[in-house]
Nanobody, 114 residues
Framework: QVQLVESGGGLVQAGGSLRLSCAAS????????MGWYRQAPGKQRELVAD???????NYADSVKGRFTISRDNAKNTVYLQMNSLKPEDTAVYYC????????WGQGTQVTVSS
């Protein structure tokens, strides 16, 4: 069994910062890609950023230059540093890990007030 535990969401004013963390544990091995997705009310879930085991990163155009994804392979943890937050970043953020299968976290709410 695989568990993903997310933390770091919350309420912040526009222009502020938050850091999300997602730690994978359990019967998980050969982690490949780790990433963050988000889903706003009434919208489809979308990729925010992901990172391969080798450190290659990919970002949605809407967050380039503001968000930074990183990972600690020894801790099976992925991070998302979010700076210059905007109200349109408000969403539930989900961690996804690709290993022997695809695994999703429970989601963490990020709310950016104007």
């Amino acid at each position: 069994q695989v568990q993903l535990v997310e933390s770091g969401g919350g309420l912040v004013q526009a222009g502020g910062s938050l850091r999300l963390s997602c730690a994978a544990s359990g019967s998980i091995f050969s982690i490949k890609t780790m990433g963050w997705y988000r889903q706003a009310p009434g919208k489809q879930r979308e990729l925010v950023a992901d990172i391969t085991s080798g450190g290659s990163t990919n970002y949605a155009d809407s967050v380039k230059g503001r968000f930074t994804i990183s990972r600690d392979n020894a801790k099976n943890t992925v991070y998302l540093q979010m700076n210059s937050l905007k109200p349109e970043d408000t969403a539930v953020y989900y961690c996804k890990v690709r290993a022997q299968g695809d695994y999703w976290g429970q989601g963490t709410q990020v709310t950016v007030s104007s």
